[in-house]
């Protein structure tokens, strides 16, 4: 079995705690691991022999790659980059058309990077009842057990269930509250999850005969595919002229193999604020309360401090969300609308939709600490083993103090080693390049001056991780 997982998406709704450049899918939003860590640990438990593979873009590859890395060791079979967003029914497909190189009958679990399982022993179960069901061509979408009329969600009308499993009869769109009330008193309905398990050469099949322009153009893409590093990059070109469609809407609905397992295991997508309070503990208040928080005459509410202490005084059902940049108020009835606040912030030429203060790169991290007229200081972390591109810029020059840790530097025609406490300077068009050689993490001070700041003014001339 091969466990797909599913990490391209930019997760605004729980901005902004989540920024498309590091999404919530990386972050411990519920537990102490990122949804993505317990993503992949869930799909490598499924099976003895399971492995994982992931479906990402170019600006999130790394953080994937550290995480398959770290958790799948192994047990990977590599990452594949969409050069173009094209929905779930493409990024599955290449997934396939990868297994399907080596074995046409692999069994593939589909599963996104950002949702929530409570409980898997139930999850390992319900895969184990899909695969009897896949194994023999079914296409097997996983039915949460609804909890509630809950609004948000698509349903799923189920037939009469034998072996586990039952044939799908209809996908239902999200309905009103009544109708969702509808749904549960009549029994049979469950909640759209998103997850599913096939052959790889069935969902081919099913994708050809009811979307063969798309299952041509997927094909065209990984056959001009290149290797570099742990990607997989598809041809841009072919993949771009590629559909744009759901699974759901591309194969799920239209083929008459599509079967749906029954799924009672504490599951969530985390789709918004509200969801996010929802699964988590609250205090007798009904409060959930994360971070540096006090309360007093507050109910109903979900309050979350990165940082600076928050203090909250008689209210109720509220979202209260603290970054190093931004504070979120927002009534827990109309979270879905945080979407309308970013769109604002994206129409004021503002960056705190896309970046947090603190800047994730393969090598490590920076965090901007103070800026001005012609200056900005920042806090660079890098990675033992890891470094920084050759490089140079055009308009500011760079001083860099050790804090902690061993830089080597390359300086023009001169190679230094600093330690703690020793600094170094880099005048405006030198080539430069930094890199830890130790087992710690080095920590510097970065102060730059300049006419120009931007991260845009780097002439790259070699990069360990093959970046343009």
Not at 126 to 153: I, Q
Request: proline residues 4%; glycine residues 8%.
């Amino acid at each position: 079995m091969l466990a797909v997982i599913l990490s391209g998406g930019s997760g605004t709704r729980l901005w902004p705690l989540s920024r498309e450049a590091y999404p919530k899918q990386f972050l411990p939003v519920v537990s102490e691991e990122s949804l993505l860590a317990e993503t992949i640990t869930r799909g490598l438990g499924c099976a003895p022999s399971a492995r994982v593979m992931a479906i990402t873009n170019e600006d999130h590859r790394f953080v994937v790659a550290a995480h398959l890395h770290e958790l799948a060791d192994k047990k990977t079979d590599g990452i594949i980059l969409e050069p173009v967003g094209r929905n779930t029914a493409p990024a599955i497909a290449l997934a396939a058309l990868a297994a399907a190189e080596s074995d046409p009958e692999e069994l593939l679990l589909i599963m996104p990077s950002d949702h929530v399982l409570r409980n898997q022993e139930a999850f390992a179960e319900a895969v184990s009842v899909g695969a009897r069901a896949a194994e023999n061509g079914k296409l097997v979408t996983f039915g949460v057990v609804p909890a509630s009329p809950h609004t948000g969600y698509g349903y799923i009308r189920a037939g009469d269930m034998a072996e586990g499993f039952a044939p799908v009869e209809a996908f239902v769109e999200k309905p009103d509250e009544a109708t969702a009330q509808s749904y549960l008193d009549q029994g049979g309905y469950y909640w759209n999850s998103g997850m599913f398990l096939f052959r790889a050469d069935r969902y081919l099949e099913e994708l050809g005969k009811h979307n063969p322009q798309m299952l041509e153009a997927c094909r065209a893409a990984f056959a001009g595919k290149q290797s570099d590093m742990d990607f997989v990059r598809v041809d841009r070109e072919a993949f771009e002229a590629c559909p744009d469609d759901s699974i759901d809407y591309a194969v799920m609905e239209k083929t008459q193999d599509a079967v749906v397992v029954p799924l009672d295991a504490g599951w969530s997508d985390v789709g918004s604020w509200s969801a996010l309070w929802e699964i988590q503990p609250r205090d007798k208040d009904g409060n959930v309360c994360r971070g540096d928080v006090i309360t007093e005459d507050v109910t109903g509410s979900y309050i979350h401090s990165e940082g600076r202490l928050i203090a909250a005084l008689g209210i109720s059902d509220h979202v209260i969300v603290e970054t190093d940049d931004v504070v979120l108020v927002a009534d827990r009835n109309r979270v879905q609308d945080v979407k309308k606040l970013v769109a604002q912030v994206k129409a004021q030429g503002r960056a705190e939709h896309r970046f947090h203060k603190k800047v994730h790169r393969p090598w490590g991290t920076y965090e901007g600490i103070a800026m001005g007229e012609r200056f900005q200081v920042k806090r660079i972390t890098v990675n033992p083993g890891a470094s920084l591109s050759l490089q140079k810029h055009h308009h500011r020059a760079e001083h860099w103090v050790v804090v902690s840790g061993t830089a080597n530097v390359v300086r023009g025609d001169e190679e230094i080693l600093l330690t703690e406490d020793q600094s170094t300077y880099i005048p405006v068009g030198h080539r430069h390049r930094l890199t830890n050689p130790g087992v710690i993490p080095l920590e510097l001070i970065e102060v730059q001056t300049g006419s120009y700041l931007g991260e845009d003014d780097i002439v790259r001339f070699a990069d360990t991780y093959n970046r343009v």
